[in-house]
């Protein structure tokens, strides 16, 4: 089967650093990516790890280790704005970019 | 920006009955996507579309679904006879060819069956 586990809730104060992890066991694997929903929205791309290695925009960063089936998004200088949902998705379908998404992280960010 | 546009943002419907999803995806985007997010749980595939067909399918995509691109603009999801557990957020998203870029959804459909 295909499956993408990460935590299901993580609660950190403003102004913190945060690592949401994701391990995956995939049929296919081309790269993954990380998204943010907050309540209600639609998810918004926040990145994407194709090799090995850490990728970083601005305060969001992602990492990703093909041998280990494993990324993470570290989230730094945390706001209230960042209270959300985060899910990691892996790109099974090559160039047709097909996703697999896992089932979410609520970060929730307190003052 | 860009935005990928999906009409209407809420529908009822009685279980048995047709509904028809509207997305107008971003112009000078060749993928498309419609996933589905059931309350409170993970985005779930449904179909992705690319050079006026269909290029995969999920489980879920049974014959009571269909995809259109109509009109070189529109990209729609329809389905023929709605259960109860057709009730679901569903995003529609696309994303613009070459090397791997991340999707633009748009702000989706929620759907009630009744």
């Known amino acids: 089967g295909q499956s993408l586990e990460q935590p299901s809730e993580v609660t950190a104060v403003e102004g913190a650093i945060v690592q949401i992890n994701c391990t995956y066991q995939t049929s296919g694997f081309y790269g993954l990516s990380w998204y943010q929903q907050h309540d209600g929205g639609a998810p918004t791309f926040l990145s994407y790890?194709?090799?090995?290695g850490l990728e970083e925009t601005g305060r969001f960063s992602s990492f990703l280790s093909r041998s280990d089936s494993y990324g993470y998004l570290l989230l730094q200088e945390l706001q209230m704005k960042d209270s959300a949902s985060y899910f990691c998705a892996v790109n099974y379908g090559g160039s047709q970019g097909n996703l697999i998404f896992g089932k979410g992280t609520k970060l929730s960010v307190k003052p | 920006e860009p935005e990928v546009t999906q009409t209407p943002s809420h529908q009822v419907t009685q279980m048995g009955q047709e509904v028809i999803l509207r997305c107008v995806p971003i112009s000078n985007h060749l993928y498309f996507y419609w996933y589905r997010q059931i309350l409170g749980q993970k985005v779930e595939f449904l179909v992705s579309f690319y050079n006026n067909e269909i290029s995969e399918k999920s489980e879920i995509f049974d014959d009571q679904f269909s995809v259109e691109r109509p009109d070189g603009s529109n990209f729609t999801l329809k389905i023929r006879s709605t259960k109860l557990e057709d009730s679901a957020m569903y995003f529609c998203a696309s994303r613009r060819q070459g090397a791997y870029s991340g999707y633009t959804f748009g702000s989706g459909t929620r759907l009630t069956v009744v």
């Open positions: 790890n194709g090799l090995d």
